[in-house]
């Protein structure tokens, strides 16, 4: 025997569809302004896709940048219930959909996640943090990373240079790192060169000493007082800018 249909379930797609494409309107105790539904809806997909992408809007102009939203609107069945995660999914329909500008904008796909990595890490959740000391006694003694980060490889630098700047001439190999900062909670963006961003690779992944930072620069720095240097700047840089915490306690 079948199961009676569930009309609620029934009239909550209904609306949702319309509410989408603007078709079949369904029949609601409030006729009148169940035009409002989509109004209000769309309007709340567009100022937080506003809000998460201010870059990516600015490159590809106003109108190619409404006819996206639009168009996401109206063909992408979102996923998630939480409106801060809608970003992602935007980002993930770019990549899953044909749209005539994409080769005219290479690094849009990188910088529409670039963009969604700093809303990712402003909302994650605190992650446990070891103890840790500004004082370093000794030259063994073991950092302590700030877990709250990504490392993100990118082959255009709209990081660092305006966006509606960025010529073919300017496509490399570049790292940005997009952290959390541990005592204001605000994103921060760093741009670091490869060396750099293979010591804090290390650190974030295994106990680390300075001893062991100088032995990752040996590999592109013969000169001992130069390698002691370099990392000294790293150091001092990234406990700055508290990309590491400071030093473990003994």
């Not at 940048?65 to 639009?70: D, I, L």
């Not at 690094?107 to 402003?122: G, K, P």
């Not at 190999?173 to 060169?193: E, G, L, P």
């Amino acid at each position: 025997m079948k199961s009676p249909k569930n009309k609620t379930f029934e009239l909550q797609t209904e609306l949702g569809m319309y509410c989408r494409t603007g078709l079949n309107e369904p029949k609601t105790s409030i006729q009148n302004h169940t035009f409002q539904y989509r109004r209000l809806v769309f309007n709340i997909i567009k100022d937080t896709l506003k809000t998460a992408f201010p870059i990516a809007k600015e490159l590809i102009g106003k109108h190619r940048w409404k006819k996206t939203v639009s168009y996401f609107f109206e063909n992408h069945k979102c996923q998630t219930p939480q409106v801060w995660k809608l970003p992602f999914e935007f980002y993930e329909f770019y990549t899953q959909n044909a749209f005539p500008f994409k080769k005219e904008f290479p690094f849009l796909l990188d910088l529409l996640l670039y963009e969604w990595l700093e809303i990712e890490i402003f909302m994650m959740e605190d992650l446990e943090i070891e103890p840790f000391t500004n004082q370093k006694e000794l030259q063994s003694e073991i950092l302590v990373p700030n877990p709250e980060i990504r490392i993100f490889p990118i082959s255009y630098p709209f990081h660092i240079k305006n966006a509606n700047e960025i010529k073919k001439k300017d496509k490399g190999q570049y790292f940005v790192t997009i952290h959390r900062d541990y005592f204001t909670k605000q994103v921060k963006f760093n741009d670091f060169s490869y060396p750099f961003v293979e010591m804090l690779l290390k650190i974030n992944e295994e106990s680390t000493s300075i001893l062991q930072l100088e032995e990752i620069f040996s590999k592109y720095e013969k000169d001992q007082k130069n390698i002691q240097k370099e990392v000294k700047q790293f150091l001092d840089f990234s406990i700055e800018n508290n990309l590491i915490l400071g030093y473990k306690p003994i």
